[in-house]
């Protein structure tokens, strides 16, 4: 299977490649060349089976790896998980299911993918016999699912940068408790922008990054939304896919969860809606309703994961809506940098029309979603998932709509407390999180000195 990348210029490349280089040398994201069809007797086929095998049958066409070797990694990435199903459904009201996707080891949905990407990456550098150093910024859930992904693993080090100050008290405790030596949290003086400035920095220095080897695993990896491609086609297969069509409601801020859900419908999924859920920074919903892609402000909000107005993996649903036309892609992308935003076209606009419903929530609309659910069906939600519940329930139609679950309501104990006035308990599994020695180096916003600290861990 070979990769393209959305701005049609640098090379296509096979799926560890892909993988390997994040983003691609146009500064494109890469995209299949061909989507894989399932039909109707192996979505059925599916059917009752665990779900890694699911993931290996979604996954292996794209990656051409061997399927013993692919089945072991796939089994080693989800043993951590806190539940069975690895994704259970439960059901909010007549036609209204939640994906759980927190049951990974730091609670939010990103496991599901960096848990994967942990082994795949790790049995690369095996192969080739490379060493790689990952470094990465994190407003709070990416970070510190990257160090349980990467904890232990050989020939990674993995170096997360979070604000100091500025992550709640479960997400700094989740990247700064994990003892092996390969991880390493970095609380930086700034906020997220500067953290991620700082990376960006380092990545635009060449020498230093042939010298440490350094690599992404930020959302654009195109092997991180792959594996997101599955736990559309498990919720859809128990709920009566391929004899009955389902929707889907989706937290979105970078765009790649829902994009994985576009994926699964190309591929032959029977999906007949899939809704854009933002909060107040609502850059995607009015992209849908206008056809103008515009950035404002960022506004934080009781959402914060979804606190976003640059969308990367936007750009690969404009690839698609211009038919693959990479030129054009890179165009709208020349347009967002030196303009603040750009025009959709016509028949772009009516092809990401046919594809993505969307919807917006107020910070008051999640607060009450995350109140009335509490108090109708005793479910919590985090704020995210409630972002997606209220939406979806101007959606739900004949067919059942699925919203994904993308977070613990533990992790944000704050923003559930004040809306239903009980603190959400951490599951037992991690319930002694508070009692863990942390361990974390303070840094100044710094490169040269980011960058010493870093060659000295490594060597
Ligand atoms: C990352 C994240 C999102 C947004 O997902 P995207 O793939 O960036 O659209 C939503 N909710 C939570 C809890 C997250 O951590």
Redesign the pocket.
Known sequence: MQYHSTRGTAPALGFEDAMLAGLARDGGLYVPAEIPRMDAAAIADLAGRPYEEIVLRVIRPFTGMAESRLSDLIGRAYAGFGHDARAPLVQLGPNHFLLELFHGPTL???DFAMQLIGQLFQDAMRRRGQRITIVGATSG??GSAAIEAFRGLDNVECFILFPHGRVSDVQRRQMTTPAESNVHALAMDGDFDDCQAAVKEMFGDGAFRDRVGLTAVN?INWARVLAQVVYYVSAAVSLGAPHRAVGFTV????????FAGDIARRMGLPIDRLVIATNRNDILHRTILTGDHRKEGVEPTI?P??DIQVSS?FERALYMAYGRDGRAVAQLMDELKSDGGFAVSQGALGSLRDTYASGRASEEETRATIRDMHRRTGQTL?P?TAVGVKVAEEHIGASPMVTLA??HPAKFPDAVEAATGQRPALPPRMADLFDRPERVTRVANDIPALQSLIEDRIA
């Open positions: 939010a949905f990103k859930d990416t959302s937290p979105t801020g970078n765009f790649g969860d829902i959402s994961s979804m993996n985090c995210h993308t977070a």
